[in-house]
């Protein structure tokens, strides 16, 4: 079975007096340890898709199976709980908490866990190594620059281990080498762990690093291609 | 539970100092104030309640019921009742029976240019401190009849300027009349403080007046019934009985306008100081809306993040507040307010500490809804949009 079923996802939003059919009868499956780039045009609905399948947002109509899970049939706070357990989300921003140093906001999500404090530890110290950020575990995001940022945002994405790891456009706000270290990262990940990434890029050369590159357009798939 | 850790809570409180500065100084304001407007009125209720005891009563005037200044009755009737009552309480054969004369006329120190207010003066006899037990004679002696002596309340001596300690021999003028100060008296947080004492003969004599205003009564195995009994077989001395907590209590109602006023003034102050403080805190929290949604898409449920919310609101306002309701008491402890009645004491008790604290959690709650109501009515991926 697929990681992510979607069947003819509709997500409408009133504007005006006018409804906007963002995603239009959307079908996608994503296969478990696949690495998908999402492209499109802006305002094409990559982030609403995102959200959808991070359990962020709620679709107007249609079905969606995340990991075995309906997540229609969840509530607000059983979307976090599930959230916590299956979905890493990358931010373009990064959105780390700037009073806590780098390990604390990579710690932040394990809190939810039902570990021991040296488990904890542990998983905190491997995922920061992992995001080569092992010698930064004090400093406080303003102390970092914006590619280490976003390594911490990775980080602490990845800490719970989750089935699936969404990253909204990533490298939109890094220069060229940090956008590389990062790709460079998600593909390590993929490659070595088998993480299952949904991410969404404007850029082809970006796109490029993943398995299969799936375009959104006027709410629907426009082309499936495979990347290499 | 989920929840934040309390270590994170508080290092939130280090950003945007200035602002959780602001709200500390808010919400101390406001619990400066409540505590205040609460010292001050247990400080009229002690006043007004401290002298009642339930086993006294006061025989005066029928139709004056509301005030003892206006009533009069006829000179003869501390005898008649104690004839006529039996059961009233006695101590080495005195019967606690203590006619008085309640006036209040101009006072000044001698040689003074013109008399400054109205001292509250109460003619007493030998019984007098058998029915006021909180009075203290603290210095001099007990004023002798026909001999223009008279003894003071130490907050009736302040309130003309002399000092209690170095009182006694002073003169003062009353009503044209020159007396001598022969001793001080103390009644802390009792309107008798503010009060001055002399033989009733003498202000009978200086009023010129044929009547006197009341009789305290304290009784033993007689019930105020018993009294009413008499004053109903004489009729003709035109009497009427209140029980001294009645009478008391009928002071603090006569008093309900200044108190509600003092509760409102103060609360509407109050609350103006805790909604600056908490709209100081709501804005630095505001800024929090995408960083909240943040929090959500980790999985922290939102009651979570509310309740992070609401308890750094609670850490600073209440300790402000608190504090605020301790400076207070420091500031304006044991300071004396007049009143019409005399003075009392500012009352900075358990009630007014208590009050601050609690004004510190409704701060606290009122900022903590101000802060988050806007990332709780956007749904989540609006907030994470927002910067
Ligand atoms: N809350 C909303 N209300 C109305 N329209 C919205 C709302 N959120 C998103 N949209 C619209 O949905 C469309 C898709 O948005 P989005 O998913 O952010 O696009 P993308 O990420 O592909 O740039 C846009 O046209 C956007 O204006
Ligand atoms: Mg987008």
Redesign the pocket.
Known sequence: MSLIDCRSLCKD???GGEV?H?LDHLDLSIERGSYTALM????????????LLAGIDRASSGKLLVDGTDLAQLDRNQLAGWRSRHVGYVFQLYNLVPVLSAYENVELPLLLHDLTAAERHRRVVEALESVDLADRHAHLPRQLSGGQEQRVAIARALVTQPALLLA?EPTGDLDRTNADAVMDLFGRLHAQRGQTIVM?THDDSIASRAERTVR?EKGRLATMEAAR | MTMLPLEYSLRGLTRGRGRTLLALAGSLVAGALIATASAFLGGMEAALGSTASPSRVIVMGAGSEESLERSEIGARVPGILSASVQGIRRTAGMEHVSAETHVALPIMVEGAEAASDNGLVRGIGPAALLVHPVVRLTGGRWPERGASEIIAGASALRRLGIDPSTALGSRIVLAGAPLTIVGTMQAPGSTVDGEWWMPLEDITTLMRRETISCVIVDLDRATIGDVQAFTLSRLDLELAVLAERDYYASLLAFFAPVRVLVAVVATLMALAAALGGASALAAAFSERVRENAVLETLGYPRHAVILDVLLQCTIVAVSGAAVGGLLARWLFGGMLVEFSMGTFVLQFDARATLLAVVTGFIVAIIAAFLSTWRWIGL?T??AL?TT
């Open positions: 939003y009133q504007r906007v963002v499109g045009p802006s305002g094409s609905g990559k982030t609403t898709l995102l959200n909204d969404v959104l | 749904p991926p609006e949009r």
